[in-house]
């Protein structure tokens, strides 16, 4: 099935540096998302991708969508304590569903 | 702010209680959906609407009961629970229900509920 796996599950990094995280499925999507998640809340959008190969900026924040439709990545650069947080890739493949990853629990230490 | 209110924020309910989750979005969306997170696991689509009518019932058991009134309100019905439907249940809103740009879904903030 349209199953995302996710990672990696978490990092723990210093303020300032890089970070990457992906998500990859054996199945094709047709819309890729990026959302993140503070405590207590619920995801929040950040990046939308349309189109195999898009490249798209959010900010700090840069997504791809894979060319074979099967992955997409999220960078951060120079990331901030505020970027503390899940980050949630999503994968829709029909006008209804939407499969989420299980997400990546970012650390910043200042 | 995204514009999807839930209440209550947090429930504790026994099993044999009868309880409602509620979702207001203000955005003028058409699609609204009920999503269930637990911990370490990916989120769960449990239902669609769309124009008030379900288009979407992924295999949830029949103690969660969805109402869709208009397309600003969203009901989870809840009776008779388990200890493992313990999760925060979150609400989202789309302009619609397709894969174009601009269909993206706002989620509210949740609704931790907990059964004992």
């Known amino acids: 099935g349209q199953q995302l796996n996710q990672s990696p599950q978490s990092m723990f990094i210093q303020e300032g540096e890089d970070v990457s995280m992906n998500c990859t499925s054996s199945?094709?999507?047709?819309?890729w998302l990026w959302y993140k998640q503070d405590p207590g809340e619920g995801p929040v959008l950040l990046i939308a991708?349309?189109?195999?190969?898009e490249l798209t900026s959010n900010g700090r924040l840069t997504a791809q969508f894979g060319i074979t439709r099967k992955d997409s990545f999220l960078n951060i650069s120079a990331s901030i304590p505020s970027d503390v947080g899940i980050y949630f890739c999503?994968?829709?493949?029909?006008?209804?569903?939407?499969?989420f990853g299980a997400g990546t629990r970012l650390t910043v230490k200042p | 702010e995204t514009g999807v209110t839930q209440t209550p924020r947090h429930l504790v309910m026994g099993m044999t209680n009868k309880k409602s989750l509620k979702c207001e979005q203000h955005l003028g969306h058409n699609a609204m959906y009920w999503y269930k997170q637990s911990a370490k696991k990916p989120l769960e689509l449990m239902f669609v609407?769309?124009?008030?009518?379900?288009?979407e019932n992924n295999s949830v058991p029949s103690r969660f009961s969805p109402e869709c009134p208009n397309s600003s309100h969203l009901f989870l019905h809840l009776h008779t629970l388990q200890p493992e439907d313990s999760a925060l249940y979150l609400c989202?809103?789309?302009?619609?229900?397709?894969?174009?740009?601009?269909?993206?879904?706002?989620f509210g903030p949740g609704t931790r509920l907990t059964v004992t």
């Open positions: 609407y769309s124009l008030e009518e379900r288009v």
């Open positions: 989202a809103s789309s302009q619609g229900i397709g894969l174009a740009g601009g269909y993206e879904q706002y």
């Open positions: 199945s094709i999507f047709n819309t």
């Open positions: 991708l349309y189109k195999a190969g």
């Open positions: 999503a994968g829709r493949y029909n006008n209804n569903d939407m499969r």
